[in-house]
């Protein structure tokens, strides 16, 4: 049985690069565009890990991990914020928000395979 993986981004265009490449890894996945729907994917869903962006529309993605994770009818997964957000401060603030592993875009397609293979051993 695969892994299952829920990417969390609302560009279109970083969903099909993730997607293809996660895809083509022999991963299962699922998507969604804002925070709601995060936090939705993640109960129904229930993957194994999830890629989360942090600028998304109705949640960002700080309060997205926050609910995730106190929701007790899901067992969270390891959570890795991939963002544009890569000032000062905002690698620490994905930790304090329960991520377990945190990307800047643009990222390399290498180390995003890289990441959540880790995270998934």
């Not at 996660?22 to 993640?42: R, W, Y």
């Not at 997964?77 to 905002?90: E, F, H, K």
């Not at 620490?92 to 800047?104: L, N, Q, S, V």
């Amino acid at each position: 049985m695969s892994k299952r993986i829920l990417i969390v981004e609302d560009t279109e265009d970083n969903r099909r690069i993730l997607r293809d490449l996660l895809t083509n890894a022999g991963f299962e996945i699922c998507e969604a565009h804002d925070g709601q729907a995060a936090i939705t994917a993640a109960a129904e869903f229930r993957p194994d890990l999830i890629l989360m962006d942090i600028q998304l529309p109705i949640l960002d993605g700080y309060e997205a991990i926050r609910h995730i994770k106190a929701n007790p009818s899901i067992q969270p997964p390891p959570i890795i914020a991939v963002t544009s957000y890569a000032l000062s401060g905002d690698e620490e603030k994905a930790w304090a928000a329960g991520c377990d592993g945190y990307i800047a875009k643009p990222f390399s397609p290498r180390q995003i395979l890289a990441k959540v293979r880790e995270l998934l051993e």
